[in-house]
């Protein structure tokens, strides 16, 4: 069961009339009121409610945290606390914007990214440092071994299996409770960053404090400190390392959620990733036991061209993602959802700039958050389609792209005369400045409806309106594509046979 939700009441809702698209574009001179809150629900049982989830986990995450506090500082003392956090919290910074950066083109919500942070700072850590800490006294009193040989055994088998597991462990919920925010290999690969990275910061507080701690008893400064050297090895050299190993869980889970159901792959995917970062994680490890120069040829001969090897994967699904948004949102435009222009403006990431920078210079930071928002509804509409191409898309496709488009039809008058601005401001100029009436020769627009400043339109001639004669039939029916889908058939015509706003306009 689900239903419909939004305020006011339904009924009440005003129906918005299509645009004449034989008359001159309305002038943008006024930036809409908030949009009304309007969205899919579907109906769930009471322990099945997102409140409640919330609630519990916040207070998972919250008593962990304070069990992790107050062992770490059991171990270190207070002051060796202070100093590692103090140490350990400079490179996350860095590590984080990094992560935003490359997951900009189609934002994963912030309380998916925050749990992922959260969770590995205090589950993850904390789990690891139990599961270890038992395993080590397992492996003494079974084998009777030395102490060194006990704990080179912990760090190069035991470790990786405890703690990519646990780090794993928030990318696993993530997919079987959001797993329609995995689109792309991208999304999988900046959960388990910000996972290992919270991992990593509650880590480094431990060892840098009890480096600390050992300096000040034995009377050790300077370079010459074991607080130094594990403040370079740690956080100078690998501060990639734990992202590095859970980023190929991260990528197996992130093909199992692109993989139509019923494939190997499905199953494949997530476990080979989880024993590959296992794999890395126990070769990391084990160079610990090696001479310096065996631990710089393992570093320069294994771990800097799998980090070079996941930047590519990384940057090339980053590509990917806007090939998807230039190849899926050509179908809305041609139903009269979006303009022309628009599924190239938001292929690029500098054209989105353009046109939030311009919507804020013309009506304020209002109107560049309504543009920010109508590019995040375009941009996971054209993934949901794409999934819904592969099969992959799930029983509510239907009710979550009336959504989508039922937030760019509120949002269209603000974003898109910006997103047109921004379509001429990144067009390539030609090589030889073209007659007014020769742009349709010379780019892909037919017309350039706004002028040089955004929010000031141009006259344009009734006669050389792209839309002042509309054909019978201006757009070829589109053929759908094979696929599995059960709404195959609305592919071609999203909506057709519906009133506005959600019928658009008849093709």
Same mark, same amino acid.
Request: aromatic fraction near 12%; charge should be positive.
């Given at each position: ?436 009436? #020769?742009? @349709?020769? &010379? ?6 409806? !706004?002028? *040089?400043? =955004?929010?000031? $339109? +141009? /006259? ?18 589109? #053929?759908? @594509?094979? &696929? ?6 609305? !592919?071609? *015509?999203? =909506?057709?046979? $519906? +009133? /506005? ?7």
């Amino acid at each position: 069961m689900s239903s419909y939700s939004h305020s006011p009441d339904s009924s009440d809702h005003p129906v918005p009339e299509y645009p004449d698209h034989a008359q001159q574009a309305p002038e943008f001179t006024a930036v809409p009121t908030a949009p009304e809150q309007w969205h899919y629900k579907p109906r769930r049982a009471f322990w099945e409610s997102k409140a409640v989830r919330a609630g519990a986990l916040f207070t998972l995450l919250a008593l962990c945290g304070v069990i992790i506090l107050a062992l770490v500082r059991q171990q270190i003392g207070t002051e060796g606390f202070f100093v590692g956090l103090a140490l350990s919290i400079l490179p996350v910074p860095l590590l984080i914007w990094a992560f935003v950066w490359l997951d900009r083109v189609e934002p994963s919500p912030w309380k998916n990214l925050v749990f992922a942070f959260s969770w590995g700072a205090c589950a993850a850590t904390l789990v690891a440092i139990l599961a270890n800490e038992y395993a080590t006294e397992l492996l003494a009193t079974t084998f009777t071994a030395s102490p060194s040989q006990t704990d080179t055994w912990g760090a190069t088998f035991v470790a990786p299996l405890v703690e990519e597991t646990a780090k794993g462990a928030a990318i696993l919920l993530l997919f079987l409770f959001r797993r329609r925010h995995f689109e792309s290999v991208v999304d999988g690969i900046v959960i388990a960053g910000l996972t290992a990275t919270g991992f990593a910061f509650t880590e480094n507080i431990l060892y840098l404090g009890s480096a600390f701690g050992e300096d000040q008893a034995y009377g050790s400064s300077g370079l010459q400190s074991s607080t130094a050297a594990t403040f370079f090895v740690r956080v100078v050299m690998t501060p990639f390392a734990h992202p590095l190993f859970t980023a190929m869980t991260g990528t197996g889970f992130a093909i199992a959620a692109m993989t139509r159901p019923g494939r190997r792959w499905r199953w494949l995917a997530p476990v080979g990733g989880w024993l590959l970062a296992m794999l890395l994680h126990g070769i990391w490890n084990s160079s610990a036991s090696l001479p310096p120069l065996g631990f710089l040829a393992m570093y320069g001969a294994i771990m800097i061209p799998v980090f070079a090897l996941v930047v590519w994967l990384a940057v090339w699904s980053r590509s990917k993602e806007l090939h998807t948004i230039r190849t899926q949102l050509p179908v809305y435009a041609m139903a009269g959802w979006l303009t022309p222009p628009e599924p190239v403006v938001l292929a690029s990431m500098k054209a989105r700039s353009v046109a939030r920078a311009a919507a804020r210079r013309a009506h304020g930071d209002a109107a560049g958050r309504t543009v920010r928002e109508y590019i995040a509804f375009a941009t996971h509409l054209a993934f949901l389609r794409a999934a819904a191409r592969r099969g992959t898309a799930g029983p509510h496709f239907a009710a979550r792209e009336q959504e989508l488009l039922h937030h760019l039809w509120q949002r269209k008058d603000v974003a898109q005369p910006a997103l047109t601005h921004a379509a001429w401001a990144t067009r390539p100029a030609p090589a030889a400045p073209p007659v007014w009436g #020769q742009w @349709q020769q &010379h780019g892909p627009y037919p017309q350039r409806p !706004y002028g *040089q400043h =955004y929010g000031t $339109q +141009q /006259p344009v001639p009734a006669q050389q309106h792209p839309h002042a004669q509309p054909q019978t039939q201006p757009y070829a029916q589109p #053929q759908p @594509q094979t &696929h599995t889908h059960t709404q195959a058939q609305t !592919y071609a *015509q999203p =909506y057709a046979q $519906q +009133q /506005p706003p959600y019928g658009g306009p008849n093709i």
